[in-house]
């Protein structure tokens, strides 16, 4: 197999099979060690796009070495230097950028205008990650007579990450491009179920001109990530996916020593209050809940309606009853998440819920694939399994309150802080709700509050373990460690305590 990946020749959603998947150690694609391989599927279409790696911790350990090794050098690198290869890899991407967009379409399910979207991403976090060498000067300052005080962010050496389906190209660069202008090296683990948006940014990388060894891939499942979890030489990870992994590589990476920030799952809840504005909530909620089909941790999954507001309730069903599957919105991940997502719709149903429009028995789109119809449950209460955990799809749950502060006693009662949103016309129930939701990222008329570069992205309690958020330059501190030097150069007639 050449060096650089093959480009993808799909221009258009009709199936196309891709190429073999390997890792990508030390600057060339490496089969896993025990041969063993899972077939990647197009959700689409419900066919097979080729063949992953599944690698184990033999797997691990030579990634490791290769990034061990590349190391020294690349720490030695001026950070100049270094950001030289992220100009270089984001004018790539820009090049490639329809290409990239089919791909994540293809092994995703996503429609193109989201596909596209999550390159977009994508780049716009490689450009923060390129202003690091204005912004991550050290500071210093005079203390006292003849003593400098001065701190310098050092790398921390192989650093990785383990990085969910929803999101293949956009989620490894929320990490990539801090630690690497840091100076660290990096071994990635794409998910299993999407694994070319990180073949395709290692050959770019490569092409770029980032030297052999600075950048991995490892490919697998469970046995993967548990082996770079323990891996000693793997200093610190970043990790997004559902909560029970995120706690439990957490705890199990903290316990080691090892410096972790693992962002989990989510439950976020949109207030709706009678001065809302018709149509700009009800295509915001739709957007915010149907969005890559409601598999994202920022969708809104939980609308909260205060007060009369069926107005609005009833446009939203309408709008979603208008959403063209294939079009507006793609197939899920596989079929597993198909039945799961069919469960919640059933067991709300049973518990009293009213299906104001039904997902369950749409039509395959083309006669095949894993396909899940928009779907919006009413009258939900917290404590049906659809109120109060994520679904992960495109599933809208309505809940009923009488006032604000039952609604944001809902919002703060679930066990996630990942999002919370109020849509009003009032700037005072807006400032009102936003000084008590107890989540991490917050919106006032906005269904998906992500924070744009440089503001980070993270939330709070079960979303979140670990200190600070992801991006911004709480990645860069995350990818690194201060050194603090004093200094004592100017000799002074007077002396203070410190002299």
């Known amino acids: 197999m050449t060096s650089l990946a093959p480009p993808f020749p799909a221009r258009s959603y009709a199936f196309s099979p891709y190429t073999a998947c390997h890792n990508w150690i030390g600057?060339?694609?490496?089969?896993?060690?025990?041969?063993?391989?899972?077939?990647?599927?197009?959700?689409?279409?419900g066919e097979v796009m080729g063949h992953v790696a599944m690698s184990a911790a033999a797997d691990v350990d030579q990634a490791v070495a290769a990034a061990r090794a590349a190391f020294p050098g690349?720490?030695?690198?001026?950070?100049k230097e270094r950001v030289q290869v992220l100009f270089r890899l984001k004018a790539l991407m820009e090049r490639d950028i329809d290409e990239l967009s089919w791909l994540v379409s293809h092994e995703n399910g996503k429609v193109l205008a989201e596909a596209r979207g999550d390159v977009l991403k994508g780049i716009e976090c490689l450009e923060y990650g390129l202003s690091l060498e204005n912004m991550a000067q050290g500071e210093q300052l005079d203390v006292s007579r003849g003593i400098n005080c001065s701190i310098t962010h050092e790398p921390l050496g192989v650093v990785a990450g383990v990085v969910p389906f929803n999101f293949p190209i956009m989620v490894p660069l929320w990490m990539l491009p801090?630690?690497?202008?840091?100076?660290?090296?990096?071994?990635?683990?794409?998910?299993?179920l999407v694994p070319y948006g990180a073949l395709k940014l290692a050959s770019l990388l490569q092409e770029a001109g980032l030297p052999p060894g600075v950048f991995?891939?490892?490919?697998?499942?469970?046995p993967c990530v548990?082996?770079?979890?323990?891996?000693?030489?793997?200093?610190?990870?970043?990790?997004?996916?559902?909560?029970r992994v995120a706690r439990a590589l957490y705890a199990?990476?903290?316990?080691?020593?090892?410096?972790?920030?693992?962002?989990?799952?989510?439950?976020?809840?949109?207030?709706?209050?009678?001065?809302?504005?018709?149509?700009?909530?009800?295509?915001?909620?739709?957007?915010?809940?149907?969005?890559?089909?409601?598999?994202?941790?920022?969708?809104?999954?939980?609308?909260?309606?205060?007060?009369?507001?069926?107005?609005?309730v009833d446009a939203i069903a309408d709008t979603t009853r208008k959403l063209r599957l294939g079009e507006d919105m793609g197939p899920v991940i596989h079929q597993a998440a198909v039945d799961r997502i069919h469960r919640y719709i059933?067991?709300?149903?049973?518990?009293?819920?009213?299906?104001?429009?039904?997902?369950?028995?749409?039509?395959?789109?083309?006669?095949?694939?894993?396909?899940?119809?928009?779907?919006?449950?009413?009258?939900?209460?917290?404590?049906?399994?659809?109120?109060?955990?994520?679904?992960?799809?495109?599933?809208?749950s309505i809940l009923r309150a009488r006032t604000v502060?039952?609604?944001?006693?809902?919002?703060?009662?679930?066990?996630?802080?990942?999002?919370?949103?109020?849509?009003?016309?009032?700037?005072?129930?807006?400032?009102?709700?936003?000084?008590?939701?107890?989540?991490?990222?917050?919106?006032?008329?906005?269904?998906?509050?992500?924070?744009?570069?440089?503001?980070?992205?993270g939330g709070w309690n079960h979303s979140l373990f670990g200190q600070g958020d992801l991006t911004g330059y709480d990645g860069f501190r995350f990818w690194t460690r201060p050194r603090k030097v004093t200094s004592r150069w100017a000799l002074s007639k007077d002396a203070t305590w410190m002299s």
């Open 346 to 396: 059933d067991e709300a149903e049973r518990m009293g819920a009213k299906v104001l429009v039904d997902g369950r028995r749409v039509p395959a789109v083309g006669g095949k694939g894993s396909w899940v119809g928009p779907t919006v449950l009413d009258h939900v209460r917290p404590d049906m399994p659809a109120g109060c955990e994520e679904i992960f799809g495109p599933v809208l």
């Open 178 to 192: 801090q630690a690497l202008a840091a100076g660290n090296t990096f071994v990635l683990k794409p998910s299993e």
């Open 216 to 222: 991995n891939t490892v490919n697998g499942a469970q």
């Open 226 to 243: 548990e082996a770079i979890v323990d891996h000693p030489d793997i200093k610190a990870m970043g990790f997004v996916g559902s909560t």
């Open 405 to 457: 502060d039952e609604a944001i006693a809902i919002e703060n009662a679930n066990p996630y802080g990942n999002a919370a949103s109020i849509f009003t016309s009032s700037g005072a129930v807006a400032r009102y709700c936003i000084e008590r939701f107890d989540a991490g990222m917050c919106g006032v008329n906005v269904g998906v509050p992500v924070p744009r570069e440089p503001f980070g992205f």
């Open 252 to 312: 199990r990476g903290a316990a080691l020593g090892k410096r972790m920030l693992c962002l989990g799952g989510a439950k976020n809840h949109l207030l709706v209050v009678p001065d809302a504005e018709l149509e700009l909530t009800a295509s915001t909620v739709v957007a915010s809940a149907y969005g890559c089909a409601g598999q994202r941790c920022m969708a809104a999954s939980t609308m909260v309606a205060v007060g009369d507001v069926q107005h609005i």
């Open 27 to 45: 600057g060339a694609w490496v089969p896993a060690a025990s041969g063993e391989t899972l077939p990647v599927h197009n959700p689409r279409h």
């Open 74 to 79: 690349w720490r030695d690198t001026p950070l």
